[in-house]
T-cell receptor
Framework: SQKIEQNSEALNIQEGKTATLTCNYTNYSPAYLQWYRQDPGRGPVFLLLIRENEKEKRKERLKVTFDTTLKQSLFHITASQPADSATYLCALVAGTGRRALTFGSGTRLQVQP | GAGVSQSPSNKVTEKGKDVELRCDPISGHTALYWYRQSLGQGLEFLIYFQGNSAPDKSGLPSDRFSAERTGGSVSTLTIQRTQQEDSAVYLC??????????????FGSGTQLSVL
């Protein structure tokens, strides 16, 4: 079955640095991969989508890469701010004919002022 | 409405009781999803509705769980004979069509269910 792995340990970085989060998947080649942000007590909020034929996608201070050979996506936040502190989840559609997104367990990012 | 609305926001129940959780999706969205999130865990898919198609129930953990969607809009997730392991946040999401793998989901804030 499809497995999505994100680092379960929290990532602590200093304000202004670049945060890099990893998402690895197995057993399937998704056409798209999505990233969401989740704050405590709230539902996830969509951030970015990247297609399999795109190597990189940017949105303001966010950058996502997608390596279909390594089966990995990297999520970068440049010039990080304390307000970026949250849990970040990657998600993809696993399997053919099934449309519900499968989510990774998320990585908690803590940006220290 | 402006966003996905879930009610109640919190529900405390006793083991063995039945509970109903409600989700109002974004108006016009034909796809609706239920997920469950246990403390410190990722999202676990439960069930997916798309238009008039038969729902994808492959994620329901047991026959105590069921869901329906009336009139293609509001959905109710029912848990019968609740157990302590059912304690979690139940999240509902909707998307415009659910027919494309690139479609983003819009989530509600969830219902925190606590089974004593």
């Amino acid at each position: 079955s499809q497995k999505i792995e994100q680092n379960s340990e929290a990532l602590n970085i200093q304000e202004g640095k670049t945060a890099t989060l990893t998402c690895n998947y197995t057993n399937y080649s998704p056409a798209y991969l999505q990233w969401y942000r989740q704050d405590p007590g709230r539902g996830p909020v969509f951030l970015l989508l990247i297609r399999e034929n795109e190597k990189e996608k940017r949105k303001e201070r966010l950058k996502v890469t997608f390596d279909t050979t390594l089966k990995q996506s990297l999520f970068h936040i440049t010039a990080s701010q304390p307000a970026d502190s949250a849990t970040y989840l990657c998600a993809l559609v696993a399997g053919t004919g099934r449309r519900a997104l499968t989510f990774g367990s998320g990585t908690r990012l803590q940006v220290q002022p | 409405g402006a966003g996905v609305s879930q009610s109640p926001s919190n529900k405390v129940t006793e083991k063995g009781k039945d509970v109903e959780l409600r989700c109002d999706p974004i108006s016009g969205h034909t796809a609706l999803y239920w997920y469950r999130q246990s403390l410190g865990q990722g999202l676990e898919f439960l069930i997916y509705f798309q238009g008039n198609s038969a729902p994808d129930k492959s994620g329901l953990p047991s026959d105590r769980f069921s869901a329906e969607r009336t009139g293609g809009s509001v959905s109710t997730l029912t848990i019968q004979r609740t157990q302590q392991e059912d304690s979690a946040v139940y999240l509902c999401a909707s998307s415009p069509t659910g027919g494309a793998t690139n479609e983003k989901l819009f989530f509600g804030s969830g219902t925190q269910l606590s089974v004593l």
